[in-house]
């Protein structure tokens, strides 16, 4: 069973566009859901997170959309540069097992 | 401060054989969890440690197993290596408390 579910599986933007990555959620004990940036060979990095008290966070160019009601949120990316091409994963965390569950990762390439 | 590391890089075995996996995690932080990252997919969770004790697991066989030392670094180790084990392996640190895991840059393992 899939827990978190991210769209698109991949997606291709103009150096300057705002790439918009999509995530849904089923398990209503999750409470912390941040954004991870994979370049190829690394590990995960934590780019930001939200909590669903919050509807919108931003850092820098990183924006977190969070809809509690329709346990939907996004990551928005202005102003978006080539360096911004990697692989970006939604996660949640909650439940007993004290786990973050992934989606299954979004592959953005920005063309300059 | 360092960050989360992790030895050896790449690795190679064969089917049946068993492998250990080695984790020093982030100066400060004394929780690990270890993923298992197919190719195409997001990070898997397998299990996590704190306090040198297991206290919370994914849908892995007992195949796969772990330790924690007083230094805070790991293991994980797995038996009778299958086909299906290649993949990276992820180990991420945290303090307790805290949703915030930072992950190292992974071990490829590669089983024939």
């Known amino acids: 069973q899939q827990q978190v579910k991210q769209s698109p599986q991949s997606l291709i933007v103009q150096k300057g566009g705002i790439p918009i990555i999509n995530c849904a959620y089923e398990?209503?004990?999750?409470?912390?859901f941040p954004w991870y940036q994979q370049f190829p060979g690394k590990g995960p990095a934590l780019l930001i997170a939200i909590r669903p008290d919050v509807s919108e966070k931003k850092e820098g160019r990183f924006t977190i959309s969070f809809n509690k009601s329709a346990k939907q949120f996004s990551l928005h990316i202005m102003d978006s540069q080539p360096g911004d091409s990697a692989t970006y994963f939604c996660a949640a965390w909650g439940g007993s097992n004290y786990k973050l569950t992934f989606g299954k990762g979004t592959l953005l390439t920005v063309n300059p | 401060e360092t960050g989360v590391t992790q030895s050896p890089t790449h690795l190679i075995k064969t089917r049946g054989q068993q492998v250990t996996l080695r984790c020093s995690s982030q100066?400060?932080?004394?929780?690990v969890s270890w993923y298992q990252q197919a190719l195409g997919q997001g990070p898997q969770f397998i299990f996590q440690?704190?306090?040198?004790?297991?206290?919370g697991r994914g849908n892995f066989p007992p195949r796969f197993s772990g330790l924690q030392f007083p230094n805070y670094s790991s293991e994980l180790n797995v038996n009778a290596l299958e086909l299906d084990d290649s993949a990276l392996y992820l180990c991420?640190?945290?303090?307790?408390?805290?949703?915030?895991?930072?992950f190292g840059p992974g071990t490829r393992l590669t089983v024939l």
């Open positions: 440690y704190y306090r040198e004790e297991e206290n």
């Open positions: 100066s400060g932080h004394n929780t």
């Open positions: 991420a640190s945290t303090t307790s408390g805290s949703h915030e895991q930072f």
């Open positions: 398990n209503t004990a999750f409470d912390y």
